[in-house]
């Protein structure tokens, strides 16, 4: 997908290295706001599977932001998204989320699930306005204390 703003979401390599730079920053962080057994991101190697679908965001030679879309039995689960931190606010987060969406339609998923930290409101305000609403653990994930479990229809 491209936009007018030179802004593109694209499938993605999780090995290239600016893309794992970004998943690094991620996991770093989450690392820093919740107890391990509370963080469940994919490495890399989960993120190379035949059941994801990687995107990466760009604007020109510049690496802004990652998303992915877990193909699951009955749903999708997004997956990895974030946004380098000088591109915060510029749409970036939007866009991986409209092409993750897309890429669940065009999979024929009914809907969408996520799971993601109760301190990032952030992430919480922009899975709100796109739909998302709250629901309880899904899938292999334990009720953890941080974890705040959203989805969203796509019929």
Known sequence: MHDPSGLTITPGD???AAVGALLRQS?????????????????TDALCTPDIRFFVAKRGDETLGTGALALRDGYGEVKSMFVAEAARGQGV????L?????EARANGLPLLRLETGDQLGSALRLYA????????????????ASSIFM????G
Do not use: C, Q, T, W
Request: hydrophobic content about 40%; glycine content about 6%.
């Open 14 to 16: 999780p090995r290239d």
């Open 27 to 43: 996991h770093d962080l989450m690392r820093a706001l919740f107890p391990p057994e509370d963080n469940f991101f994919l490495d």
């Open 93 to 96: 987060a939007e866009a991986l």
């Open 98 to 102: 409209a092409r993750i969406e897309a």
């Open 129 to 144: 306005r796109h739909g998302f609403v709250r629901r309880g653990p899904f899938g292999d994930y334990p009720d953890a």
């Open 151 to 154: 989805e969203k229809s796509l």
